[in-house]
């Protein structure tokens, strides 16, 4: 072959050889990128941070980036939860009222001089109990989640302002160890940050290298061919609301313990970022697609907004409007981006 031949443009494609051999690795550089679905949201996440940071030069300081995490961290570990619900195809609307109802069944064994474990452990029962109901309600009897997570969202509530006629419940002083679940420090880093940080490890390996994981992504995939495979359908169910409840009442904990006090407001409207981060995350609403480190990192998307507002000066009224923005713009990009990888 001649040397002219062999610089001459590929005919099929009337591109240069050269040119050629640089597609193959810029594919393989996209393909790669397209496996870490995390990837779009990180580069969103440093963006916003770079922005907020040339806007106002205390974002960057290491009190309020530890700040913001620990702010948004209750949000990223109930969207933890969240993310195995919405997987399956549910959805838990009730994640607020058992943050509440957790927290202050923690805080008033607390203030009747019980111990921590069982004071801890009573909270955690409340999220168990509550997941195991809205389990049941949907896979036993059939309710729609919407349904069934709504009627508990509103019966935890009722309970709460019942129990508290609307009054606060403080915990002791003395119980230091609780109060440092939400105040303390290990080092620098805020305990309730490490917790995040622990949960989503742990979410991330069991959701993939876990059979049970595997079983998540198929119910939410296509039901009926996860039951015809064999799976457990309705125990996988029943055991995301479980992880869900669980996870919500854990927070209730860590808020009970930065505050020092349950309140009857706490968790009020909480289901909205919680659902929220997950969408942003990349976790489809029809199911069987999503990360747990999605969901954290539009956890941290939401709280960098959030702070990035208040140190520019926008009114707090505004937050929920552009929280809605964020939601209908990430369900239009998930949208968009079935529709071209189905194209």
Not at 92 to 111: F, I, P, T, Y
Not at 167 to 177: F, I, K
Not at 241 to 258: F, H, K, M
Not at 285 to 314: C, K, R, S, W
Request: hydrophobic content about 55%.
């Amino acid at each position: 072959m001649k040397a002219s031949e062999r610089s001459s443009p590929d005919v099929a494609t009337n591109q240069p050889a050269h040119a050629l051999t640089l597609q193959a690795p810029l594919q393989r550089v996209t393909q790669w990128a397209s496996r870490f679905r995390e990837l779009n949201i990180l580069i969103a996440l440093l963006v916003l941070c770079a922005f907020l940071s040339l806007t106002s030069p205390v974002f960057l300081t290491t009190g309020n980036l530890f700040g913001v995490a620990r702010a948004f961290s209750l949000t990223a570990i109930v969207a933890i939860g969240q993310t195995f619900v919405i997987l399956t195809g549910g959805i838990d609307l009730s994640v607020g009222s058992v943050l509440a109802l957790a927290g202050l069944s923690a805080g008033m064994l607390l203030q009747r001089g019980m111990p921590l474990p069982i004071a801890a452990l009573a909270g955690l029962a409340v999220g168990v109990v509550f997941g195991l109901a809205n389990g049941l309600m949907i896979t036993r009897i059939g309710l729609p989640p919407f349904i069934a997570t709504l009627g508990t969202l509103s019966i935890g509530r009722g309970l709460v302002y019942v129990i508290t006629k609307g009054y606060p419940v403080t915990v002791p002083e003395d119980a230091h160890a609780f109060i440092w679940l939400g105040q303390g420090y290990v080092w620098i880093v805020p305990v309730p940050v490490i917790i995040m940080v622990l949960l989503t490890i742990v979410g991330a390996f069991v959701l993939g290298a876990t059979m049970f994981g595997r079983y998540v992504y198929a119910v939410g995939g296509n039901r009926e061919a996860a039951r015809l495979a064999g799976i457990p359908v309705r125990l996988v169910e029943l055991s995301v609301y479980v992880i869900s409840g669980a996870l919500a009442a854990l927070a209730g904990l860590i808020l009970v313990a930065r505050l020092v006090s349950a309140q009857p407001s706490a968790g009020l409207g909480f289901e909205l970022p919680v659902i929220a981060a997950s969408i942003i995350g990349g976790t489809s609403l029809m199911g069987g697609e999503g990360t747990v480190l999605g969901a954290v990192l539009g956890a941290a998307i939401m709280g960098v907004l959030e702070n990035g507002m208040v140190l520019l000066g926008v009114s707090t009224y505004a937050q929920q409007a552009v929280t809605g923005a964020v939601i209908i713009l990430a369900v239009m990009l998930d949208i968009w981006q079935k529709r071209r990888r189905g194209a």
